[in-house]
């Protein structure tokens, strides 16, 4: 596709359980960003990678959270033992270059029963 | 320093009306601005950004308008339709340097009544 796509579109799952979200960048972009929206809420960024490296994970709210990149391809968010307050939509972004204009895709609805 | 505020929460606007959102920064780093549109369950979409060398830049019904002393910038949407009742963000970013992130403001609920 021509967007940035994300999957899944809603995941529900019960307390404690690890959870994988999935993003897809539109080719050929190199760099990628994660956010956080919680609802009724503004984006909180979470991590930034330039190809699979990442200069900036200063917005990951606790080691629970990781994230990794395969080349300037495919990004996973993983969250362990998940909590309540991890409720929320997961946001992923690329631009062609660093600092160039982000694209979002429509995000992942988590629910942490 | 790292905040942006966005202003008003929610605004009602009358169709072919003006509607006008205002977002202040504090970071003088920051050198890139965008503005992004919401629907309910999508993503934001990039609706128009500005870099602080100039005042003003205009696509469509959409201006920005920036004021780089005051550290303030906003959005007019011009004759407004139905179609435009989303949620707008601002943000900015230290575009030329550092990691890129946005820090958003915390979103304004537009409706355009018919």
């Known amino acids: 596709g021509a967007g940035v796509s994300q999957s899944p579109s809603n995941k529900v799952t019960e307390k404690g359980k690890d959870v994988e979200l999935r993003c897809d960048p539109i080719?050929?972009?190199?760099?990628l960003y994660w956010y956080r929206q919680r609802l009724g809420q503004g984006l909180e960024f979470l991590i930034y990678f330039q190809g699979n490296s990442a200069p900036d994970k200063s917005g990951l709210p606790s080691d629970r959270f990781s994230a990794e990149r395969t080349g300037e391809s495919v990004s996973t968010l993983t969250i362990q033992r998940t909590q309540q307050e991890d409720s929320a939509v997961y946001l992923c972004a690329s631009s062609l270059v660093s600092g160039g204009p982000q694209h979002f895709g429509d995000g992942t609805r988590l629910s942490i029963l | 320093q790292q905040q942006v505020k966005q202003s008003p929460q929610s605004l009602i606007v009358q169709k072919g009306g003006i509607s006008i959102i205002n977002c202040a920064y504090e970071n003088t780093a920051f050198d890139y601005f965008p503005w992004y549109q919401q629907f309910p369950g999508k993503g934001p979409a990039l609706l128009i950004a500005?870099?602080?060398?100039?005042s003003e830049k205009k696509e469509g019904r959409f201006t920005i308008s920036f004021n780089k002393s005051a550290k303030q910038f906003s959005l007019h949407i011009m004759d407004s339709q139905p179609g435009d009742s989303a949620t707008y963000f601002c943000a900015a970013s230290k575009g030329t340097s550092g990691t890129y992130k946005y820090i958003f403001g915390t979103g304004t609920r537009l409706k355009v009544l018919a």
């Open positions: 080719s050929g972009h190199t760099a």
């Open positions: 500005i870099r602080p060398d100039v």
